[in-house]
């Protein structure tokens, strides 16, 4: 993970694009999140809710006739084999337990 330029920018394109209102709110939001990612112990509590409670990291299965047809080695991502069948649980989870 990057963090923005010194033109607050994300690579060639993006950037902060919100209402000076809510740039106090973005601030906290950001601060909260690095100092959260950077603690050894939030980042081995939540990969152990990731694993446990929402089934990641899913499975990748060869599609092995169509890797033969396209002429590449071709996986799918079986994130409908996780307990919620999509990627929500992965943000919700990184936000409810830093509450």
């Not at 330029?5 to 209102?21: A, H, I, P």
């Not at 603690?39 to 409670?53: A, C, E, G, H, K």
């Not at 060869?62 to 929500?88: I, N, Q, Y």
């Amino acid at each position: 993970m990057t963090g923005p330029s010194g033109t607050e920018r994300f690579g060639e394109f993006g950037g902060r694009y919100v209402l000076e209102s809510l740039i106090p709110a973005c601030t906290k939001v950001e601060t909260a999140f690095r100092d959260a990612w950077t603690d050894p112990s939030f980042r081995r509590d939540l990969d152990t809710l990731l694993r446990v409670y929402a089934g990641r990291p899913t499975a990748l299965t060869p599609a092995w006739r169509l890797s033969v047809e396209l002429g590449v080695t071709l996986f799918l991502k079986r994130e409908d084999l996780a307990h919620t069948g999509s990627h929500k649980i992965n943000n919700v989870l990184g936000q409810a337990f830093t509450r």
